[in-house]
């Protein structure tokens, strides 16, 4: 069945830049979603690509998708404090769009 | 703030209970989805209503039930409930359905059943 991975951890000093990835197995989803998840609270939608693109950016946002290896990546510019939360990749299901999540990337941004 | 609304924020119940979570949709959105979010299972899909209907089933157990209501708010009841229903359950909608669509997430419940 479809599966969604990525790295648990991921640590950097603030200021630099964070690149979280995510390989999944769902080669006919049609959009790959990153969102944000802080303590205690909901999921935040950061961003969205569809499936026939190879880059979006959204402000301090760059999302890569390399179709060939079923690869994403979120690269986060100039990582602040604020940042710290999870980072969930998730891929949509078949044509009802329900999505499949990876475990989530714990993102630790020291000062 | 997503514009999707869940209540009760905590619920506390005993095994062998029966609860129910509602969710209300961003206003104009048609689909609603629930999603459990667990430390082992991380978020799995439950199910997803299109305006009142039943259109995609997940890892939804048959003690688990749902129903989307003509105003489109929707309520998960779980019944029978067991210690490992400890979970966050969360809500989400978006506006079409057919087509993979931007999905605005809850605030989420959740719930410990003690």
């Known amino acids: 069945g479809e599966d969604v991975e990525q790295s648990l951890f991921l640590s950097v000093r603030e200021g630099d830049s964070s690149v979280i990835n995510c390989t999944y197995t769902?080669?006919?989803?049609?959009?790959l979603y990153w969102y944000k998840q802080e303590p205690g609270a909901g999921l935040q939608l950061l961003t969205y690509?569809?499936?026939?693109?190879d880059m979006k950016q959204d402000q301090r946002l760059t999302v890569l998708l390399n179709k060939k290896d079923k690869h994403l990546s979120l690269r986060i510019a100039d990582t602040q404090t604020g940042d710290s939360a999870i980072y969930f990749c998730?891929?949509?299901?078949?044509?009802?769009?329900?999505?499949?999540f990876g475990k989530g990337t714990k993102l630790s941004v020291k000062p | 703030d997503s514009g999707v609304t869940q209540t009760p924020k905590h619920l506390i119940t005993a095994t062998g209970q029966r609860v129910t979570l509602r969710c209300s949709p961003r206003?104009?959105?048609?689909?609603v989805y629930w999603y459990q979010q667990s430390l082992d299972q991380g978020l799995q899909f439950l199910i997803q209503?299109?305006?009142?209907?039943?259109?995609a089933k997940g890892n939804i157990l048959e003690r688990f039930s749902a129903q989307q209501f003509p105003d489109l708010h929707s309520e998960l009841n779980l019944s029978s409930l067991e210690l490992g229903d400890s979970a966050l359950y969360f809500c989400?909608?978006?506006?079409?359905?057919?087509?993979?669509?931007?999905?605005?997430f809850g605030p989420g419940t959740r719930l410990t059943v003690t």
């Open positions: 769902d080669s006919s989803s049609t959009y």
């Open positions: 206003s104009g959105d048609l689909s």
């Open positions: 690509i569809f499936s026939n693109m």
């Open positions: 998730a891929e949509s299901e078949g044509s009802q769009g329900n999505l499949i």
């Open positions: 209503y299109y305006n009142g209907e039943e259109r």
């Open positions: 989400a909608s978006s506006g079409r359905t057919g087509t993979p669509a931007e999905q605005y």
